[in-house]
């Protein structure tokens, strides 16, 4: 961020994935952004707010389904967790552990998942798409190495 020139109060928005430890760590940084999840991530409610705990910390989010924004759409993409999502803007898609590494793109399949039938067709809809692809691990599949 600092090569980028960008502090954690330019950030407003914050789109979790799935709620693996390893994805959301970092949100303990945006103290002034507005965490987003689903709420099929979630492990407790709690006074209306949607907890995720985990060894280290606990925070609350919002409901996808509360973001609003012209330019970003959510699709739900299952199979890695019941509440993974992936994060559509303009020519890409980010799609978190829906395709942690690029070679489970090519197979269509992943190895930790919840559901094998779901995670098998969360990619098959993402590669139809035909966007480029950012994984939760390994960086991006441009659309045209998918061919």
């Given at each position: 961020m600092n090569e980028l020139r960008f502090d954690v109060k330019d950030?407003?928005?914050?789109?979790?994935?799935h709620l693996h430890f390893n994805h959301t760590a970092n949100n303990i940084l945006f103290k002034h952004a507005k965490i987003y999840a689903s709420p099929n991530e979630c492990l407790e409610k709690c006074k209306g707010y949607l907890l995720f705990y985990d060894r280290y910390a606990k925070f609350t989010?919002?409901?996808?389904?509360e973001f609003?924004?012209?330019?970003?759409?959510?699709?739900?993409?299952?199979?890695?967790?019941?509440?993974?999502i992936s994060v559509i803007y303009r020519d890409y898609i980010v799609v978190g552990d829906t395709i942690p590494f690029k070679d489970d793109a090519i197979r269509g399949e992943i190895e930790k998942c919840v559901d094998?039938?779901?995670?098998?067709?969360?990619i098959k809809r993402i590669k139809a798409l035909k966007k480029n692809i950012v994984?939760?691990?390994?960086?991006?599949i441009y659309a045209d190495e998918l061919s």
């Amino acid at each position: 961020m600092n090569e980028l020139r960008f502090d954690v109060k330019d950030i407003d928005v914050v789109i979790n994935t799935h709620l693996h430890f390893n994805h959301t760590a970092n949100n303990i940084l945006f103290k002034h952004a507005k965490i987003y999840a689903s709420p099929n991530e979630c492990l407790e409610k709690c006074k209306g707010y949607l907890l995720f705990y985990d060894r280290y910390a606990k925070f609350t989010f919002n409901p996808i389904k509360e973001f609003e924004d012209d330019e970003i759409d959510i699709l739900n993409t299952p199979g890695h967790t019941w509440g993974s999502i992936s994060v559509i803007y303009r020519d890409y898609i980010v799609v978190g552990d829906t395709i942690p590494f690029k070679d489970d793109a090519i197979r269509g399949e992943i190895e930790k998942c919840v559901d094998r039938r779901y995670a098998k067709s969360s990619i098959k809809r993402i590669k139809a798409l035909k966007k480029n692809i950012v994984t939760g691990h390994d960086g991006i599949i441009y659309a045209d190495e998918l061919s």
